[in-house]
Nanobody
Framework: QVQLVESGGGSVQAGESLRLSCAASQYTTDNNCMAWFRQVPGSEREVIAITGTDGSTNYAESVRGRFTISQDNSKKTLSLQMNNLKPEDTAMYYC?????????????????????WGQGTQVTVSS
């Protein structure tokens, strides 16, 4: 069983930055897709950034140009650098991962296809 543990959330002012990290207890295969989602109460979980061993990175329009997703496979960590934060970025942030053999396009995975999820870390941005 893979465990994902997020860290790095907090409360900041608009325009400031935060860096989220997600540590995986293990990788079960050589290939993976990993992503950051966020959710506010009463809304569906939204994917905001995706990466994987296919070499791709994809971002939601709402964060493109401000957030950067990166993965360090040697350390089994996923990161999300968030710059120029806005109040509308306030949410619970979750990392998610799925591991597989063969080829998959991470950009087209739905939330239900991610097998492992972290417990979430809260990000609050005040104006």
């Amino acid at each position: 069983q893979v465990q994902l543990v997020e860290s790095g959330g907090g409360s900041v002012q608009a325009g400031e930055s935060l860096r989220l990290s997600c540590a995986a207890s293990q990788y079960t295969t050589d290939n993976n897709c990993m992503a950051w989602f966020r959710q506010v109460p009463g809304s569906e979980r939204e994917v905001i950034a995706i990466t994987g061993t296919d070499g791709s990175t994809n971002y939601a329009e709402s964060v493109r140009g401000r957030f950067t997703i990166s993965q360090d496979n040697s350390k089994k960590t996923l990161s999300l650098q968030m710059n120029n934060l806005k109040p509308e970025d306030t949410a619970m942030y979750y990392c998610a991962a799925t591991f597989f053999w063969g080829i998959r396009r991470c950009a087209v995975l739905s939330a239900s296809e991610y097998k492992y999820w972290g417990q979430g870390t809260q990000v609050t941005v005040s104006s």
